[in-house]
């Protein structure tokens, strides 16, 4: 699969700090103020939510086990991994991510 990434910026998510519903992923979930560490999230219409993988990127910093709690507008095959609140603006840190190959495996 490949991976693209996100955070609570207007131009991902497409709400202001304003809203009420910034940061409030499909399943319910709060992202507001959470790290990637913390939330371990990612967004996909490929898995429902709920669905739990362990990932596996070149770059090992991104590995672990993320939790689907979001959907969006990816293509098939690809998902978003969320990767920190850092307030209106687009991070560095989700522009430098770009788009990754990476290898999914479902948990039990």
């Not at 690809?78 to 990767?83: A, C, G, T």
């Given at each position: ?13 497409g709400k ?93």
């Amino acid at each position: 699969m490949e991976a693209t990434a996100y955070d609570l910026s207007i131009q991902c998510c497409g709400k202001s700090m304003s809203n009420p519903a910034r940061g409030i992923t499909k399943s319910g979930y709060d992202l507001n103020g959470k790290s990637r560490e913390q939330a371990m999230t990612i967004s996909s219409n490929d898995l429902p939510l709920g669905t739990k993988v362990y990932l596996t990127f070149d770059d090992e910093q991104y590995n672990g086990v993320y939790t689907v709690r979001d959907t969006g507008n990816m293509q098939e095959g690809v998902f978003d991994l969320y990767v920190g609140d850092f307030g209106e603006k687009v991070s560095q840190t989700a522009i430098d991510f770009g788009r990754r190959t990476v290898e999914v495996k479902v948990m039990p």
